[in-house]
């Protein structure tokens, strides 16, 4: 067995893990739920903050039947990824983003959440008591699921009186089973994900059952995933169901604006400034879905499907494609200057990257 410096993980008594090593099939990890050795819990009542939490052995949890979280979906998600680099070294790409998310969420949401500090040293702490499990260089990554919800039992309609704060990690690779290839989406034109003053600007979880209906239909007909149009007007683009979408056309580069009903990705944000660094201009703005006729290329991004190439669109019975088969220039160049960055092997001159 082998000890985890319990130290530089903020905990009193030492962890430890059966090997240093995992058998585990690096080579074809694709984006799904792998048990690792610790998850960190931390609790607070409403009303007052969180302060301590602890690492734990990786598990199920114990919650009362009336909890908030399952009774009237009061909760929020968070993704993040670790990469380890040839070097040894552990990297976490903007952590305090997804930090400082999850306090806005947790406003809207009626909820307390942990500081950007606390939320950091939590991410940092879990990561390392799984170091083992983090993919070797190039083979994937440490999927980080921070989750905040709404652990006591409530039976009226109002906010849980207790709250946990927990992270759980996984190995991972690519996202979707098309791996770097590229995808093809269906433009939803029934059901939406989001309506202006609800909940599609915060991670919460019912944004993400609300879109299980759509992405099935899709799916079952062959395509990778759903393109959301806003509720309104049902001609503007908002965003794929787990993922940003982004519209290339020349030099320049658009995704729709975020005011309310789109996901504000880190990735997203990121990648505005990777292409401009990279001499594109960015537009954050309201998107056609007829701007998709005369597009270049189209991508997604997101922290899980890091930056995916999108080869056709599909929007009511008629189909776009994009590139002739590959990956767009544009993409594959955005592709490589993030995940560069992300993996250390590119100078991070925004100071993206947190070492462990
Ligand atoms: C992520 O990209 O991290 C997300 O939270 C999306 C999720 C549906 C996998």
Known sequence: SSTINAQAVGVDSPLSVPSKTVDLDWDNLGFGLVNTDYMYIMKCSIGESFSKGELVPFG??????????????????????AYKTEDGNILLFRPEENG?????GAERMCMPAPSVDQF??????????????????????????????????????????????????????????????????LVETEMHRAT?????????????AAVLKAQGAAKAKGYSDVLYLDSVEKKYLEEVSSCNIFIVKGNTISTPDIKGTILPGITRKSIIDVARDQGFQV????????????????????TAVVVSPVGSITYLGKRV????????????????????????????????????
């Not at 702490?125 to 919800?149: D, H």
């Open 60 to 81: 199920n949890i114990e919650i009362n039947p009336a909890a908030g979280v399952l009774n009237y979906g009061q909760a929020l998600f968070e993704g993040l990824k």
């Open 100 to 104: 400082t998310r999850m306090i806005n």
């Open 120 to 185: 950091v040293q939590a991410v940092k702490a879990t990561v390392l008591a799984n170091e083992r499990w983090i993919p070797p260089p190039g083979k994937g990554s440490l999927y980080i699921r921070p989750l905040l919800m709404g652990s006591g039992s409530v039976l009226g309609l109002a906010p849980a009186p207790e709250y946990t704060f927990l992270i759980y990690v996984s190995p991972v690779g690519n996202y979707f089973k098309e791996g770097l290839s590229p995808i093809n989406l």
């Open 196 to 208: 202006p003053g609800g909940t599609g600007g915060v991670k919460t979880i019912g944004n993400y």
């Open 283 to 302: 537009f954050e703005k309201p998107v056609t879905v007829d701007a998709l006729l005369d597009a270049d290329e189209v991508f997604c991004t997101g």
């Open 321 to 356: 494609t994009y590139g002739s088969s590959g990956v767009g220039v544009v993409s594959q160049q955005l592709y490589s200057g993030l995940t560069r960055l992300q993996m250390g092997l590119a100078d991070d001159k925004m100071g993206w990257t947190v070492k462990l």
